[in-house]
Structure formats: structure tokens, C-alpha cells
């Protein structure tokens, strides 16, 4: 979809055109799309992209399975199915 406007943050997903909020774009719908169910699409800000700060259960898996090997202590064990 290239850039996305920050200042058109929802989508009309029938005809894709960018409006400012949500009402815009339901106010549209009403009067180019009528009798059609058309789905609002917000655009995905910084905030719903920012890392988890939690490892995934793969990256403590592979840790555990590190330590393990290099005779090390791990809480993780469990994830590999040891004691």
C-alpha cells in the first residue's frame, strides 16, 4: 500500500479511499455504498508495532538449551521437556 498519511489514518475497504476518522468514513459509506456491508480499516500506528518485552518461548527454549549444554543452571529446562 506504499506510505501510509498520518493524517488519514482509516480506509473504506470497497473503494480504498483515506479519510481522518472513523465517522468520515462511515458517513461515506452511507452515501456512496449503500446497501453493501464495508468493512473500516485503521492504519497500523507506532505504538501497535513496538516490541514485546518479553522473549518469545522459542528464544527461552534456545537459552535454556545453551545453558543446558554448557553445564549451566536454567529455570527454562521445562521447555525442553528436562526435569
Known amino acids: ?3 501510509v498519511n498520518t493524517q488519514m489514518n482509516f480506509l473504506c475497504g470497497k ?3 483515506f479519510f481522518a476518522n472513523d465517522e468520515a468514513v462511515r458517513t461515506h459509506i452511507r452515501a456512496k455504498h449503500v446497501g453493501h456491508r464495508v468493512s473500516i480499516y485503521r492504519a497500523v500506528s507506532a505504538i501497535d508495532l513496538r ?3 518479553e522473549p518469545s518461548f522459542a528464544d527461552r527454549a534456545i537459552e535454556a538449551s545453551i545453558a543446558l549444554a554448557s553445564g549451566q543452571h536454567t529455570d527454562d529446562a521445562w521447555l525442553l ?3
Do not use: A, P, S
Open 1 to 3: 500500500m506504499g506510505k
Open 15 to 17: 473503494c480504498k479511499k
Open 51 to 53: 516490541e514485546d518485552d
Open 81 to 83: 521437556g528436562e526435569g
